[in-house]
C-alpha cells in the first residue's frame, strides 16, 4: 500500500537541541496527524491538522500543513529524554474518510 | 476517555493453529474499527476497516480468509488469524473511532504482539 515518505529515517541528538522531521506524499491529503509510538505500544496522537497552511503548537512540539497539501513537518523544541520514540505522520484523504496511511517513520534517540 | 484495550498483549503459537485478537474500545460505542500490522522497525500498514454490523473491507494484498474480522458491536471487534504461519508473526494494532460528524480522530490499542513458531 502507499506510504508515506518520512525524513530523516533516525536522528540522534544530544537532550535540549531542537528536532525538525518531515513527510512528504505524492498525493494530496486533508488531514495531516502526527504520532508517536514508544516500544511495545499503540502510536499515540501528537497534534492533528486540518487546513493547508496551518501551524498548530502542543507544548514543546509545532507542526505545519503544507500549502501543496502533499508535505508537512513537525517540530520539537528543546527535546527531553521522554521525547525519545518513532514518530509517525499520517495523512487522511478526504475529510470523512477515515482511513490513515501512514509514514515510514522517525526514530529519534536523545544521547545523554 | 477515549480507551482502546487489546487482548492479548502477546501470543505464542505454534504454525497452523487460529488466534484470535480482541480489541475493545471502553469508554465509547466505536462505529468504526481498523486492524493494522506492523513488522520490527516498520510502519503500520493498514490491514481492514470494520464497520459494526458489516463486513470488513480488505486492503488490496491482505487476504480475507486468512484474516478474519468481526465486529458484532460497537464496543468490540476481533481479528482471528487462521492457520497461521511464522511470516504471520507481527505486531497488530488496533484503532477505533466514534465516526461523528467531523471528528474523525482514531484511537489506538496498544497492540497485540504474535510470534508463529
Known sequence: ?112 | GAVVSQHPSRVICKSGTSVKIECRSLDFQATTMFWYRQFPKKSLMLMATSNEGSKATYEQGVEKDKFLINHASLTLSTLTVTSAHPEDSSFYICSASEGVAGVNEQFFGPGTRLTVL
Open chain 1, 1 to 112: 500500500g502507499q506510504q508515506l515518505n518520512q525524513s530523516p529515517q533516525s536522528m540522534f541528538i544530544q537532550e535540549g537541541e531542537d528536532v525538525s522531521m518531515n513527510c512528504t506524499s505524492s498525493s494530496i491529503f486533508n488531514t495531516w496527524l502526527w504520532y508517536k509510538q514508544e516500544p511495545g505500544e499503540g502510536p499515540v496522537l501528537l497534534i492533528a491538522l486540518y487546513k493547508a497552511g496551518e501551524l498548530t503548537s502542543n507544548g514543546r512540539l509545532t507542526a505545519q500543513f503544507g500549502i501543496t497539501r502533499k508535505d508537512s513537518f513537525l517540530n520539537i523544541s528543546a527535546s527531553i529524554p521522554s521525547d525519545v520514540g518513532i514518530y509517525f505522520c499520517a495523512g487522511q484523504l478526504s475529510f470523512g474518510n477515515e482511513k490513515l496511511t501512514f509514514g515510514t517513520g522517525t526514530r529519534l534517540t536523545i544521547i545523554p
